[in-house]
């Protein structure tokens, strides 16, 4: 499950329309966002783009982390500094990530099984162990202030 502690009031905005429409696809995140109205889409968008977010503190490798901090540098213009949140708000926050969501969410990218030109083509390229040391690396930031 994501962390949508902190996480841009404009992309959960647009991701549960997505999934009220059915352009996302999710057998629990479908038929919930379906019950919902555009004004409860964005109260919820709000209360859970205020709340306080952690970064995970399971312990990974160092060199884990240095691989994926590499990698992370290709993703910034999209998702910011360290994955806090780049000024476009309709892009998700990576830091604080439950990692096994990231590599869920990665995998499904290179797989096909969700559509973004960008993150299609850049998850393609990814071995596993890149997705994990990407995942770990985001899950380990902080989630505060993006630097802009």
């Known amino acids: 499950m994501p962390n949508l502690a902190g996480q841009n009031a404009a992309f959960l905005t647009r991701e549960l329309a997505s999934f009220q429409v059915g352009a996302r696809k999710s057998d629990t995140m479908g038929p919930l966002a ?6 409860q889409i964005l109260e919820l968008a709000a209360f859970f783009s205020i709340q306080p977010c952690k970064a995970d503190s399971t312990r990974v490798p160092a060199a884990q982390l240095t691989a994926g901090e590499k990698l992370a540098k290709s993703c910034a213009a999209c998702h910011g500094d360290r ?3 780049a000024t476009n708000g309709s892009l998700p926050r990576l830091a604080g990530q439950n990692t096994g969501y990231l590599n869920a ?16 083509a850049i998850a393609r390229d990814l071995a596993d162990a890149d997705i994990e040391a990407v995942s770990s690396y985001y899950a380990s930031q902080s989630c505060g202030i993006a630097s802009r």
Do not use: V, Y
Not at 34 to 39: A, F, M, P
Not at 105 to 120: H, L, Q, T
């Open 83 to 85: 994955g806090r949140g």
């Open 34 to 39: 379906q019950s919902l109205t555009t004004e």
């Open 105 to 120: 969410e990665i995998r499904r990218f290179k797989a096909g099984d969700r559509n973004s030109p960008i993150m299609n």
